[in-house]
């Protein structure tokens, strides 16, 4: 299997703050890598696809990079809707797998 | 716009089947090129994919999960469901249904997209 490594676990950041989450695959996995928001009691939300792509509906403030086994994720200036776990994902192959989560808390 | 609900019990014994449906609606889950998955979230483990089911009926399953898992489609009543036999503790998780997009060829999955649409979860608990 494929093992997602993501960090930090958690990151405390303030409203406004320029803020970078990392995922790394253990091999490459092309641009097979999609990122997810997830809010306490919620179903993970899709929020960059292949890598670099913004799902439809979600703000321009989130932007993704990255190729081959390197990614980030990365929220220009943060907003009290943001506060969540995010999620790295690869679609590269099966069994598709997730990394562990990185919890984003207010400052 | 497409909705998935998940449904079933929600208490389990050890060492029976574990049963669950999502139904699909707002969208035909017979059409476009999607595949259907099942994914659980547990404190221990974190998310954990699996397995789904595309248009042909082919299935893939996690190999974690040693065989007991089973994925059908109803495409009658527009929906999935997932079959988990011999549980135990470690199956006690949220568990979710998943939309994502699909390129085939010749009637085989060559590339998996992103899990777009997810329903909102059901908590299952396996106890005696």
């Known amino acids: 299997d494929i093992q997602m490594t993501q960090s930090p676990s958690s990151l405390s950041a303030s409203v406004g703050d320029r803020v970078t989450i990392s995922c790394r695959a253990s091999q490459s996995i092309s641009d097979y890598l999609h990122w997810f928001q997830q809010k306490p009691g919620k179903a993970p939300k899709l929020v960059i696809y292949?890598?670099?792509s913004l799902q439809s509906g979600v703000p321009s403030r989130f932007s993704g990079s990255g190729s081959g086994t390197g990614f980030t994720l990365t929220i220009s200036s943060l907003q009290p809707e943001d506060f969540a776990t995010y999620y790295c994902q690869q679609s590269y192959t099966a069994p598709y797998t997730f990394g562990q989560g990185t919890k984003l808390e207010i400052k | 716009q497409l909705q998935l609900q998940e449904s079933g019990s929600g208490l389990v014994k050890p060492s029976q089947t574990l049963s669950l449906t999502c139904a699909v609606s707002?969208?035909?889950?017979?059409?476009?090129?999607?595949?259907w998955s099942w994914i659980r979230q547990s404190p221990g483990k974190g998310l954990e994919w699996i397995g789904y089911?595309?248009?042909?009926?082919?299935?893939y399953y996690n190999p974690s999960l040693r065989g007991r898992v089973t994925v059908l489609v109803d495409r009658s009543k527009n929906q999935f469901s997932l079959r988990l036999s011999s549980v135990t503790a470690a199956d006690t998780a949220v568990y979710y249904c998943a939309r994502a997009g699909i390129t085939m060829e010749r009637g085989v999955l060559i590339e998996m997209n992103a899990f777009d649409i997810w329903g909102q979860g059901t908590m299952v608990t396996v106890s005696s």
């Open positions: 707002g969208g035909s889950i017979s059409s476009g090129d999607y595949s």
């Open positions: 292949a890598a670099t």
């Open positions: 089911i595309y248009r042909s009926g082919n299935t």
